[in-house]
């Protein structure tokens, strides 16, 4: 993987992510959605992400020394790691404790369209920022498939950005159907289901992102190939 590939993945879903975050608190202190307050903490949790991304990979081309003889190259895969914790501690925990806060506690939204409007904003942005990386990606996923990719790929950055990207996006819809659930019946139990959901989502996400960065962390080869059949002798 180029540098300058993976770099740029990452500075565009950092830039979408914190643009968005402002747009969803910015709903949040209006309209009272906890789904708004939940995505919000998930998109600064992703432009974190981002930045340990960036720092793992600066710190990576750092030429050897007599402390590290072998280079530094694995560091990028221990920032890695700390972005699937940060992504589970502060948006999955985060999300499930606040949806059902919620749901205990249900309120209709005020302002109601503010969230409808800056949701859609950010899926538009999201889908440009998940544009990019699958843009930035394809020169080395090859003839793989998209799961084999992440599953495969010995650079996390780029599979990293994917998987947050696509679940950044998963979670505005799910954050669009609850609020606008909410708005059409009055009830802010829907507002709280979807926050749940997306709390849910984010866990799933980290820990697969976890455990695809630990098997690079911990010295994993590449797949094995199939071994090619032996001819039939005559």
């Given at each position: ?5 993976g770099?740029?993945?990452i500075?565009?879903?950092f830039?979408a992510?914190?643009g ?15 789904s708004?307050?939940?995505e919000?903490?998930h ?8 930045l ?11 030429v050897a020394?007599?402390?590290h003889?072998?280079g ?19 948006g ?7 949806g ?6 249900p309120h209709?939204l005020e ?9 859609t904003i950010a899926?538009?942005?999201e ?9 930035e ?6 003839s793989?498939?998209w ?7 010995k650079?996390?950055?780029l599979?990293?950005?994917?998987m947050?990207?696509?679940a ?6 799910i954050?669009?159907?609850?609020v606008g ?21 984010l866990?799933?996400v980290?820990?697969?992102v976890?455990?695809?960065?630990k098997s690079?962390?911990v010295?994993?080869?590449p ?6 059949r ?5």
């Amino acid at each position: 993987m180029s540098a300058s590939g993976g770099n740029k993945a990452i500075i565009a879903a950092f830039l979408a992510n914190m643009g968005i975050a402002i747009t969803k608190f910015i709903a949040w202190g209006f309209s009272g959605s906890s789904s708004m307050l939940a995505e919000g903490v998930h998109s600064v949790a992703d432009s974190g992400n981002q930045l340990l991304l960036l720092l793992g990979g600066k710190r990576a081309k750092k030429v050897a020394d007599k402390d590290h003889p072998f280079g530094y190259g694995r560091v990028r895969y221990v920032y890695a790691f700390i972005v699937a914790v940060v992504l589970f501690s502060v948006g999955g925990v985060f999300s499930v404790y606040e949806g059902v806060s919620k749901i205990q506690d249900p309120h209709a939204l005020e302002v109601w369209w503010l969230p409808i409007l800056i949701l859609t904003i950010a899926i538009v942005l999201e889908s440009f920022s998940l544009r990019t990386a699958i843009h930035e990606s394809r020169p080395h996923k090859g003839s793989l498939s998209w799961f084999q990719f992440i599953r495969r790929s010995k650079a996390p950055e780029l599979p990293v950005v994917l998987m947050e990207d696509v679940a950044a996006l998963l979670g505005l819809v799910i954050a669009f159907i609850g609020v606008g659930l909410t708005v059409l019946t009055g009830n802010g139990l829907f507002d709280g289901i979807s926050t749940v959901a997306i709390g849910v989502l984010l866990i799933v996400v980290a820990f697969v992102v976890g455990m695809e960065v630990k098997s690079l962390l911990v010295g994993e080869g590449p797949a094995k190939k199939t071994p090619p059949r032996s001819r039939r002798q005559s």
